[in-house]
């Protein structure tokens, strides 16, 4: 049940569209992407719905992009906070306060061995930027491996390992961050349809007859030319996302990261996951991406979910790598802030609570499944892929060519979905992917509406198409 708007009719007059639209071309960062031709003036949130001014409701299937993990202004999270507020904001992490020390027990007890040592940061930039510096203090090397069409922040370090050109600004500083293929069984050079014909290989669980497995063994090699031609012989590590976010929930074949992780090692390098879209339950199946792989990492980061919107995020490591870095001093104000601590731990319980890690894996493999029958329908939608209520829907001209459904087509179903109550994100390197990543909570009858609308949407397509 929502509750009433807080309001007041002179308020709402002072945050009238027309008003709101003017101050953000004016005066906000004017490079920052905004959604939709009417961009939408949100009013109030409530788990999975958000409300506009207007008194509109959208199924928000975004999540703040991959980030209200428990439902937006979760009641328990929201009165955790509000307590919070009231007693103590800040004092940094030079002091002790219960908050802190119980957050981070609590957080390592998610985590397997050795993985035991925490650091709280503010953003997945700054997380991932202490990663990489981490693997070069710990290993003494300076080259790190990653993925194209991966990302991993937008501060100058984090940018050498965000392989999406746009974001790099053409001033970057990528040295000693080596880009390696993508082992993407759609749109990469092995793979391709014979993996993911059917329903039944249900979305590559890969109960693979060749496919994945046969295109993995062919990215293996091609990561093993990268090591052995692109960087020197001893590496500070490797990183990747368990399934690239940004990218459109790129999934690599099933053995692929087990495989790099070994090669990663031979070579002295350290690897890192980076699970700031895939950890806290996103992929359903486990609480973190990584054991998807049946992977343990040197190195974890995360952000997003982990604060359900509030500004925080952690790197978990070893003791041996954090040891490394006690030799000197390692410092940032705002990490481990009691509020944050606060938020992280009612987070961590909402998650354990609501059994949303359950109900990612169920309406998850749901949603997938039906996403997949609209994918036998319509020739546009290329591949259907994903885990948990992580889904990537990549739109194709047809599913021969592969070719990117260009914005033009891609927008009018992307508005059309959202004129019928349904906030859908965007991604790839193409921008050709749809990304369903919807707060944990949302129901069975959410998702069955979602893809009613998601199919309203592909329908008027046809019609635009058929019209022209
Ligand atoms: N890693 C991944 C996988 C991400 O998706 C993002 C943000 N999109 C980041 C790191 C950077 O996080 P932030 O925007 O909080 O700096």
Redesign the pocket.
């Known amino acids: 049940k929502m509750p009433p708007c807080d309001f007041s009719p002179e308020e709402y007059e002072s945050y009238s569209y027309e008003r709101m639209l003017k101050i953000r071309k004016q005066n906000l960062s004017p490079s920052l992407n905004m959604y939709y031709k009417k961009p939408l003036l949100l009013h109030q949130g409530h788990m999975q719905w958000l409300f506009d001014y207007e008194g509109r409701r959208y199924l928000d299937l975004f999540a703040g992009?991959?980030t209200v993990n428990v439902g937006h202004c979760h009641p328990k999270v929201t009165a955790a906070a509000q307590k919070q507020l009231g007693r103590l904001w800040h004092t940094t992490n030079i002091y002790m306060h219960p908050s802190i020390q119980e957050y981070v027990e609590k957080l390592t007890a998610l985590l397997p061995d050795p993985l035991k040592v925490v650091y709280l940061t503010?953003?997945?930039?700054?997380?991932?930027d202490l990663a990489m510096f981490m693997a070069r203090v710990y290993t003494h090397n300076f080259d790190l491996i990653c993925f194209r069409g991966?990302?991993?922040?937008?501060?100058p370090y984090?940018l050498g390992l965000?392989s999406i050109g746009s974001y790099k600004h053409g001033v970057a500083n990528g040295f000693g961050c080596q880009t390696t293929m993508l082992p993407d069984v759609f749109r990469g050079i092995w793979g391709g349809s014979h993996c993911r014909d059917s329903l039944v290989q249900t979305i590559r669980k890969c109960s693979c007859s060749q496919g994945c497995c046969e295109a993995n063994d062919r990215y293996i090699e091609q990561f093993k030319d990268t090591l052995s031609t692109c960087v020197p012989k001893a590496i500070a590590g490797f990183i990747a996302?368990p399934i690239?976010?940004?990218n459109g929930a790129i999934q690599y074949p099933k053995r692929f990261l087990k495989e790099a992780f070994q090669l990663v090692r031979e070579r002295g390098g350290v690897c890192i996951a980076?699970?700031?879209?895939?950890g806290f339950g996103r992929t359903g199946s486990h609480f973190w991406g990584f054991q998807t792989h049946g992977v343990v990492p040197d190195i974890v980061?995360m952000?997003?979910g982990i604060g359900n919107g509030f500004?925080m995020?952690a790197v978990v490591t070893t003791p041996e790598i954090a040891n490394s870095l006690a030799q000197n001093l390692h410092f940032n104000t705002f990490g481990g802030n009691p509020m944050a601590c606060v938020v992280g731990s009612a987070v961590l319980d909402a998650i354990a609570e609501d059994g949303l890690q359950k109900n990612s894996e169920e309406v998850g493999a749901y949603m997938l499944l039906e996403f997949a029958k609209l994918r036998e329908k319509f020739e546009i939608i290329g591949d259907v892929r994903g885990r948990g209520l992580m889904i990537g829907i990549e739109m194709v001209k047809n599913k021969d060519s592969r070719q990117p459904l260009p914005d033009e087509e891609m927008s009018p179903i992307w508005e059309d979905c959202k004129d019928m109550g349904v906030l859908i994100g965007r991604g790839g390197i193409y921008n050709q992917t749809f990304r369903v990543k919807p707060p944990l909570c949302i129901t069975k009858q959410d998702a069955a509406f979602a893809v009613e609308v998601f199919h309203a949407a592909l329908m008027r397509h046809l019609e635009r198409t058929a019209a022209n």
Request: hydrophobic letters at 25%; a negative charge.
């Open positions: 992009i991959v503010n953003s997945g930039s700054e997380a991932n991966g990302y991993h922040g937008a501060s984090t965000t996302e690239q976010g940004v980076d699970e700031v879209q895939t980061t952000a997003k500004p995020a």
